[in-house]
């Protein structure tokens, strides 16, 4: 499986960014999918994720609230909605695929990786 990350930018702080990941393959419909996201000199974190029918969907403490992810299986393609974006948000953003749909706050669940899309957040 790969997955193509876009929709990262620049916003202010209080701003609104939309995530896609693309996923290549038609058994997107059956994975588990997250995006975690990586700052500067910190390690990489979860922020969210979503079971292959979008019946559960997990997140983290501190985005709850503020961001929201869902699927399209019909378009093979992750979403995440990012709203009220805070200075403390900026990170690489990176979608991931997990075939067995549990564990999805851990890093290790995950088989498939996209490459990352930057979000910066200023104050």
């Known amino acids: 499986v790969q997955l193509q990350a876009s929709g990262g930018g620049w916003v202010q702080a209080g701003g609104s960014l939309r995530l896609s990941c693309a996923a290549s393959?038609?058994?997107?419909?059956?994975?588990?999918m997250g995006w975690f996201r990586q700052a500067p000199g910190k390690e990489r974190e979860f922020v969210a994720a979503?079971?292959?029918?979008?019946?559960?969907?997990l997140n983290a403490d501190s985005v709850k609230g503020r961001f929201i992810i869902f699927r399209d299986n019909t378009k093979d393609t992750l979403y995440l909605q990012m709203n009220s974006l805070k200075p403390e948000d900026a990170a690489v953003y990176y979608c991931?695929?997990?075939?067995?749909?549990?564990?999805?706050?851990?890093?290790?669940?995950?088989?498939?990786w996209g490459q990352g899309t930057l979000v910066t957040v200023s104050s």
């Open positions: 991931a695929a997990s075939t067995s749909n549990y564990r999805l706050t851990l890093f290790d669940s995950y088989e498939y």
């Open positions: 393959r038609r058994t997107f419909s059956r994975l588990g």
């Open positions: 979503i079971t292959w029918n979008g019946g559960s969907t």
